[in-house]
Nanobody, 124 residues
Framework: QVQLVESGGGLVQAGGSLRLSCAASGRTFSIYAMGWFRQAPGKEREFVAAISWSGGVTYYSDSVKGRFTISRDNAKNTVYLQMNSLKREDTAVYYC?????????????????WGQGTQVTVSS
């Protein structure tokens, strides 16, 4: 069993920044890929970013590319999502997720474990 706990969400003005963290436990964190997804009210959950086990491969959705950065610290069993130049449309619950693979993937169906989510609200 894998436990994922997100933190770092909150209220921020448009143009501001936040850094989300996801602490993982329950299995060897360093050999698995990790990802971030988000879900806005009334919308389906969508892919945001993913990172391979080594951190050498990353993927981003077009909507966040150039503004968000995913990274990981395997010594701390933690994955991060640095969010800059935030927009109102970034408002959502952000979820950390772990697939059963070392390879980064954009497909939600391949993620086996999910955190409880952290709210990010961007005001104008």
């Amino acid at each position: 069993q894998v436990q994922l706990v997100e933190s770092g969400g909150g209220l921020v003005q448009a143009g501001g920044s936040l850094r989300l963290s996801c602490a993982a436990s329950g299995r060897t964190f360093s050999i698995y890929a990790m990802g971030w997804f988000r879900q806005a009210p009334g919308k389906e959950r969508e892919f945001v970013a993913a990172i391979s086990w080594s951190g050498g491969v990353t993927y981003y959705s077009d909507s966040v590319k150039g503004r968000f950065t995913i990274s990981r610290d395997n010594a701390k069993n933690t994955v991060y999502l640095q969010m800059n130049s935030l927009k109102r449309e970034d408002t959502a619950v952000y979820y950390c997720a772990a697939p059963g693979s070392t390879s980064a993937t954009t497909l939600a169906a391949l993620y086996d474990y999910w955190g409880q989510g952290t709210q990010v609200t961007v005001s104008s």
